[in-house]
């Protein structure tokens, strides 16, 4: 951004003003939706053609800062109230941050929404999970913050949520799902394994995956012709919401 942003901003009667300030990131907590539009304005008027895609571009910055955070700091920044619990504020598991998609451009199938504003207060906001619980009136350090997005520095610095997944992630995972397979599922399918994979992590190539299982399984036994148990498909859908809470935890 130039240094005439700010009068640029302020000539023009098409501009989208803020409403949150400096003084209001001297409390100890912000609300989510507070947050993301100090990311996207630092308490500057900007035209309103140009609001949206600021807005986008805040919404991955704090969500790609937040992943790349270890896991005890990024849950001492952030904090809000479970969906299946909404008496009480408890911090957010620090996995969900990659699994957490800001738009629709980069869903990728994530099991995570991230949802800016709330219908009841414009400051709050929330990450509702597609198929298993999210978070309400989430709420972050202010501190946090302002380290990363000062008043006086307008541009974003945006970390892209990167498409691909290294691979000793992948096999990590990969290891796990072998390890942790219940003995009723044990082996698991090909076609099970990038299901289970890429529940934890959507950006994770097909052909990877493909080729860590057969590392694993060179030799797989055909199983019988015909329609698998039925209970396999439910057994599976257990297994991979148990994935999915361990990748949360860590």
């Keep these: 951004m130039d240094d005439n942003f700010e009068a640029d901003s302020r000539a023009n009667d ?20 507070a947050a993301l539009e100090w990311i996207a304005l630092r308490g500057q008027p900007i035209p309103r053609e140009l609001y949206r895609g600021r807005e986008e571009e805040a919404d ?34 620090s996995g969900i941050w990659r699994q957490t998609a800001t738009s629709d451009f980069n869903d990728s199938g994530q099991p995570y929404r991230l949802i800016g504003t709330d219908d009841d207060d414009p400051w709050e906001g929330a990450i509702l999970g597609v198929q298993v619980g999210g978070y309400r009136r989430i709420q972050i350090r202010s501190s946090f913050i ?22 000793a ?35 994770a190539q097909r052909d990877l995956v493909r080729q860590l299982h057969r590392e694993i399984y060179p030799n797989p036994k055909r199983g019988p012709k ?25």
């Design 14 to 33: 098409a501009d989208v003003n803020p409403s949150v300030t400096r003084e209001d990131l001297d409390k100890t907590w912000i609300g989510l939706g």
């Design 60 to 93: 991955e910055a704090l969500v790609a800062t937040l992943a790349d955070l270890p896991s005890e700091i990024a849950e001492a920044i952030v904090r809000g109230e479970p969906e299946e619990d909404r008496r009480r504020l408890v911090p957010v598991p």
């Design 146 to 167: 302002l380290e990363n997005w000062s008043e006086h520095e307008l541009d974003i610095e945006t970390l892209p949520i990167s498409s691909a997944v290294a691979r």
């Design 169 to 203: 992630k992948v096999r990590r995972l990969v290891e796990m799902i072998v390890a942790e397979t219940p003995v009723n599922l044990a082996p698991i399918s090909q076609s099970e394994m990038e299901y289970l994979v890429r529940s934890v992590l959507p950006a």
């Design 226 to 250: 015909g329609v698998r148990n039925p209970d396999r498909k439910i057994r599976i859908e257990k297994f991979r919401e148990e994935l999915i809470s361990a990748e949360l935890r860590n």
